[in-house]
């Protein structure tokens, strides 16, 4: 199949090992990927934060780039849902006839990356080899608005050489929220010391998810309180090769 | 008596007050504990009803259809409780309530009046104006007894006093009705609160209270309880006033059905309340019934006066506005407090409203002029738990960003919006992501920028620990990594000329 890739604002900023991970799964299972370089950032921390104006010209943009794709594959639970719960209402705002079929013919098609292998490619296994001890945290927006369930779980599962531990209170926010970790710090570092507390009483060498964000939200404390353990997205861990076990 | 009520006027921002409830740990450990145990209750009973989801999509269908025709719902309630007895009153706003109610009491005859459970009154903050007014009001409500003896304010509306425990409760009770040697278990308290109360059902002969639901098409009102402290109150007095918000009508007795399951459920994980109370205008209403009036005296169980306030309060305006509109469906169960990990947090005066959590920073935005609760829509992350749990589906994410918006286009309306540090920073941001050009140059930029602010830490990675300016928020607990040397796109490119 032929995957066109939507890497996000901050994964290509901050996260590119996300990325790389990505398209090496994919090529490794069979399918041309493709990277459309005009894309910039799927506007969810504008609409978020109450900036709807500025993010209508980048719905355009994402439309733009991608209206001819097989498939769009998004390394970011979060920026899936904000494409999802709010790109069609914003194209009717928009009110251009032609954008809103362009919508609603593209976004049957953009995929979050473990949603991609379970639920279009139907795969558990995409073999991949990572022999670490880690823990899994649902992102709120995976969990709740793209309703991932098992799906990353099951792919993980099927890791080779993976020592999977189940993280208490998985549903629970990490307290991150875009610009609320800023705009309400207290409260987001109450929140993300439970999390944290969680992952550290796993014993886990890793904690891993669907979404950069709240990795790095996690990463931030983790690595403040100098306790050792990483977060990696979930990309990277089915990257992991097979190869390395000769 | 009771202590100031929660007036979003005059409350700090979210932040500032959710900063002071942070140092509060014996609050946060209470209320985490409460909403734990409340939370478990309910996936408990939510879990055995097979056709939940039906259920809530059948709840949120009536109260959409209810608020699409509230005008004919409200004035059908209004014919069919004058016919039955009762007085119907409209109120405008706070004021007016305050002064239709103070103004009832009186002609009650009645310097105190016994109150059950109404959030709505809280709302207008009626017991001070009540008491201004020579009139002393007796929560009888247990958990708004606690708050009124402890001169405290309402942190949840279902359970207003969850924030406290059974030992803080325990000395209020001890201090507040002069009981030193009174012991700490639930039934020593249980006890303490009845002889209370007793003696307040049996002496005032005037009450005021909340409703849960208005019934359109009977004229009746029903008010859900666990207490029966609520049936005492609709029972027992001379006069009943009933106070409600005009959102509170459901159009059919049949609709009760839906409601008396999702409400109870949702609130307190209970399968049914224990006292459900519906009461159609007043005693006596019904004189062809061929008693002689002295036979009809021992069948008395309700007020001979019985008045009911419908209070708009803003309300209309939460309805004109079609993406608010839905926040008036709330049945008011608190599910979506308990869920919340804000709230969790920080418990419900963080929100300067009666009403706290979600719903608090969805409602009292709309409810106040928007400049005073500017900061609610933002006391969120966005994490969807309160809209997955809402019994009637009210999208409170979706409302939160459409009330962000809100506070936006007022902070960047005018001169003044033309110096708003974040308006401007999102302005330019959203300039930037426009082209690829300017993205890939922020990207080099931002590179640069960091540098000085980078340390490497044992492993030699580089992290940064301290932010300027807005920012700060963000390194007062987490550091951030540095940037990489190549973004996606660079590595990418360079993919591709190297033929991979």
Redesign the interface.
Known sequence: MRVSLFITCYNDTLFPETGKAVVRVLERLGHTVEFPQGQTCCGQMHYNTGYQAEAMPLLSRFVEQFKGAEAVVVPSSSCVAMMRDHYPKMALAIGRVELIAEVDALLPKVFEFSEFLTKRLGLEDVGAYYPHRVTYHASCHGLRNLVLGDGPMRLLKAVRGIDLVELQGLEQCCGFGGTFAVKNADVSSAMLAEKTTAVLNTKAEACTACDNSCLMHIQGALHRQRTGVKTVHLAEILAGDEGALR | MSGAGLDPKTAPT??MA??AM?GDVQLRKNVRHATDVIQEKRARVVSEMPDWQELREAGKQIRRHTMEHLDFYLEEFEANCTRAGGVVHWARDAEEARRIVIGLVKASGSDEVIKIKSMTTEEIQLNSALEAAGIHPYETDLAELIIQLGADRPSHIVVPALHKNREQIREIFQREMNLPELGGRPEDLADAARMFLREKFLRVKTAVSGANFLIAETGGVCVVESEGNGRMCLTLPETLITIAGIDKVLPRFQDLEVMLQLLPRSATGERMNPYNSIWTGVDGASAGDGLRDGARDGLRDGPRVFHVVLMDNARTEILADDEGRQTLNCIRCGACQNVC??YR??GGHAYGSVYAGPIGAILTPQLQEMHHAQ?L?????????C??VCPVKINIP?VL?HL?????KQNTAGVAGLFDVE?GA??A??L?????RR?RAA?RL?RIAERPLVRR?AQGEG?I?WLPG?????T??????E??K???????ERRGENGN
């Open positions: 979210f932040p959710a900063k942070m990990p804000v947090q920080t900061s829509p933002y006391a969120s992350s966005l994490c969807g738990a809209y997955e979706e960003i962000r918006n809100k506070v936006v308006a999102m302005k941001m959203a930037i992501f426009r082209s690829e993205f990207q931002g830490d992290w620990g807005l920012l700060g928020g963000w007062q607990a987490r550091d951030l990594g940037m990489p190549e973004t996606f796109r660079d590595w990418w």
